[in-house]
């Protein structure tokens, strides 16, 4: 015969611990997290936003400026020389340029060429450029020191070179070959005249100029001085 169990022990029996991971406190945490998702994707887009209002702003401040002095560059053919070198021997003389349309020579409208110089018909800031290259024309040779230079004139004033490229050259300089770039902006008035003398300070002929096309003188328009607040 068995016996009954009392009712307190039945309902001890049936009396369960809570667990510790409760559902609604893993609900509250989720929702806090979600929040904080919220948040985060609020700040960056109200972060964004700033940012481009900002980059706006300065555009239409600074884009009357902008739009002034690129506006004739869209016209190469017009606005731009590029004129490289007929010669390569080196030897004290004014460089001669290709004549116009040949190979890489390019003169734009605004430029009238000439052998050894190029006259710009346009006042203005433009930015002029030149390169000198030298090579060694035997390999087995090529053993005198020595410098080479040259000096971009403008209307053949010698005391103020708008531009001045220098190379030194050895033995050694059969592995690395002299080179020399330089360029700059300057004002530049109509009827001004540009011309490049090379100079060296001795006969060099195991040196030439490399090939003529990366020998060069270039020019391109800037803008008008009155549009960039500059003087001469």
């Given at each position: 015969?068995?016996a009954?169990?009392?009712?307190h022990n ?5 009396s ?5 991971a ?7 945490s989720?929702?806090?997290?979600r ?13 964004t936003?700033?940012?481009?209002s900002?980059c706006?702003?300065y555009?239409?401040w600074?884009?009357p ?7 004739e560059?869209k016209?190469p053919?017009?606005?731009s020389?590029?004129?490289?070198a007929k010669?390569?021997l ?11 349309g040949?190979?890489?020579?390019l003169?734009?409208t ?19 450029y030149?390169q000198m290259?030298?090579?060694c024309v035997?390999?087995d040779?090529c ?17 103020e ?6 190379v030194q050259?050895?033995?050694?300089s059969?592995n690395?070959?002299p ?9 530049l008035s ?7 003398h090379?100079?060296?300070?001795q ?5 030439h100029?490399?090939?003529?096309e990366?020998n ?9 001085i ?7």
């Amino acid at each position: 015969m068995s016996a009954s169990l009392p009712s307190h022990n039945i309902k001890k029996g049936l009396s369960l611990p809570l667990s510790s991971a409760d559902p609604e406190s893993q609900r509250t945490s989720h929702r806090r997290g979600r929040c904080l998702d919220y948040c985060l994707v609020i700040s960056l887009v109200v972060l964004t936003m700033a940012v481009g209002s900002l980059c706006a702003l300065y555009f239409v401040w600074e884009k009357p400026s902008l739009g002034y002095q690129i506006r004739e560059i869209k016209d190469p053919q017009k606005s731009s020389a590029h004129l490289v070198a007929k010669n390569v021997l080196l030897q004290n003389t004014t460089m001669e340029w290709n004549p116009k349309g040949v190979g890489d020579m390019l003169v734009g409208t605004g430029f009238k060429d000439a052998p050894e110089e190029l006259k710009v018909t346009r006042s203005g800031l433009y930015y002029i450029y030149s390169q000198m290259k030298l090579r060694c024309v035997d390999i087995d040779e090529c053993k005198k020191t020595g410098s080479v230079s040259v000096t971009v004139l403008k209307n053949g004033n010698k005391d103020e070179p708008l531009l001045e490229l220098n190379v030194q050259i050895s033995e050694s300089s059969k592995n690395v070959i002299p080179t020399s770039f330089s360029g700059r902006l300057k004002y530049l008035s109509s009827g001004d005249r540009l011309s490049s003398h090379l100079w060296t300070d001795q006969e060099h002929e195991d040196w030439h100029l490399d090939a003529k096309e990366n020998n060069f003188l270039g020019l391109f328009w800037v803008s008008d001085i009155s549009g960039m607040g500059l003087s001469h």
